[in-house]
């Protein structure tokens, strides 16, 4: 049962334009959220994160949105550049945190398009 | 340089072997994991350890074993039982501060054939 859902496998964009990674949930209990990037044959490196209390964060050219009623995350790059490439995860933390445990959607693969 | 070291980074066994991947951290951190990446599927929870010594089960813990001996070190051992071993396996830490970012290493990809 997938708790942490990315329904689009891939998105392509254009280099400058604005790119939409979406993510949705299926569990109130979760906490916090997290959104990782990913290139390929590597680890993930952090982005950027959002408590459930609130509903932006801002970094940079990135931004996540919370919507909870929905039960939906979005991360917004803007403007994306080539090396926005890779794929993005996003994350959640339960209310109940075993041990900081995160639980992955299946990940979106994001290509910019000079 | 602190970071999460994982070795080696492509690994070749043939079925009915067991094999030890090393995961090494000088950041400090409490808290040690491990997960498996497969094609088209998010990060699945193999292992965690909060503490040396102690270690619980995630999502996808047959077939593996884990040990912490040290806070630095948290070696996943796939033995024989593990029905689909061929995967990149990741290895990541974190603090106990409650902000909850995991630092990941770079990975194995384990081949089974």
């Given at each position: 049962d997938q708790q942490v859902k990315q329904n689009s496998p891939s998105?392509?964009?254009?280099?400058?334009?604005?790119?939409?990674?979406?993510?949705?949930?299926?569990?109130?209990?979760?906490?916090?959220?997290?959104?990782?990037?990913?290139?390929?044959?590597?680890?993930?490196?952090?982005?950027?994160?959002?408590?459930?209390?609130?509903?932006?964060?801002?970094?940079?050219?990135?931004?996540?949105?919370?919507?909870?009623?929905?039960?939906?995350?979005?991360?917004?790059?803007?403007?994306?550049?080539?090396?926005?490439?890779?794929?993005?995860?996003?994350?959640?933390?339960?209310?109940?945190?075993?041990?900081?445990?995160?639980?992955?959607?299946?990940?979106?693969?994001?290509?910019?398009?000079? | 340089d602190g970071g999460i070291t994982q070795s080696p980074k492509y690994l070749f066994r043939k079925e009915g072997q067991n094999v030890t991947l090393s995961c090494e951290q000088n950041l400090n951190h409490d808290a040690m994991y491990w997960y498996r990446q497969d094609p088209g599927?998010?990060?699945?929870?193999?292992?965690?350890?909060?503490?040396?010594?102690?270690?619980?089960?995630g999502d996808i813990a047959e077939g593996y074993s884990v040990s912490r001996e040290k806070k630095e070190s948290f070696p996943l051992t796939v033995t024989s039982a593990q029905k689909n071993p061929t995967a990149f396996y990741l290895c990541a830490s974190s603090t106990d501060r409650g902000d909850y970012e995991q630092y990941f290493g770079p990975g194995t990809r384990l081949t089974v054939t």
């Open positions: 998105l392509s964009v254009q280099e400058g334009r604005i790119s939409i990674l979406n993510c949705d949930y299926t569990n109130s209990m979760f906490d916090y959220f997290l959104w990782y990037k990913k290139y390929p044959a590597e680890g993930p490196t952090f982005l950027i994160s959002i408590s459930s209390i609130k509903d932006k964060n801002e970094d940079g050219r990135f931004t996540v949105f919370l919507n909870k009623s929905a039960k939906h995350l979005s991360l917004h790059i803007v403007p994306s550049q080539p090396g926005d490439s890779a794929v993005y995860f996003c994350a959640a933390v339960p209310f109940y945190n075993q041990g900081g445990k995160l639980i992955f959607g299946q990940g979106t693969e994001l290509s910019v398009k000079p | 599927q998010g990060l699945r929870l193999i292992y965690y350890s909060q503490i040396v010594n102690d270690f619980q089960k």
